[in-house]
């Protein structure tokens, strides 16, 4: 059984920085997306950034710029470098890994809380 543990939310002020990391514990093939997600009060879950195997990295419009998502194969860990952190970037945060070929897996985190005070 393949777990997600997240560590490095907290309360930070605005204009802080914060750095997420989320380690794999169990067995998962490296071709797949990693990701963080995050959920606001009242609001939905969105896609903060993704970080595929190939390389390839996306991000929030919101967070461009500001936040670096990065991952260590080896490690089976994923980080989100979050710099310039803004009130509005409060949430929790989720991390994800997904492979959409066979054997298919989507996996969640438990979440850790992100707080920026203004």
């Known amino acids: 059984q393949v777990q997600l543990v997240e560590s490095g939310g907290g309360l930070v002020q605005a204009g802080g920085s914060l750095r997420l990391s989320c380690a794999a514990s169990?067995?998962?093939?490296?071709?797949?997306?990693m990701g963080w997600y995050r959920q606001a009060p009242g609001k939905q879950r969105e896609l903060v950034a993704g970080?595929?195997?190939?390389?390839?990295?996306n991000y929030a419009d919101s967070v461009k710029g500001r936040f670096t998502i990065s991952r260590d194969n080896a490690k089976k860990t994923v980080y989100l470098q979050m710099n310039s952190l803004k009130p509005e970037d409060t949430a929790v945060y989720y991390c994800?890994?997904?492979?959409?070929?066979?054997?298919?897996?989507?996996?969640w985190g438990q979440g850790t809380q992100v707080t920026v005070s203004s």
């Open positions: 994800n890994v997904v492979r959409e070929i066979w054997p298919r897996y989507d996996y």
């Open positions: 169990g067995s998962i093939f490296s071709i797949n997306t």
């Open positions: 970080s595929s195997s190939a390389g390839t990295a």
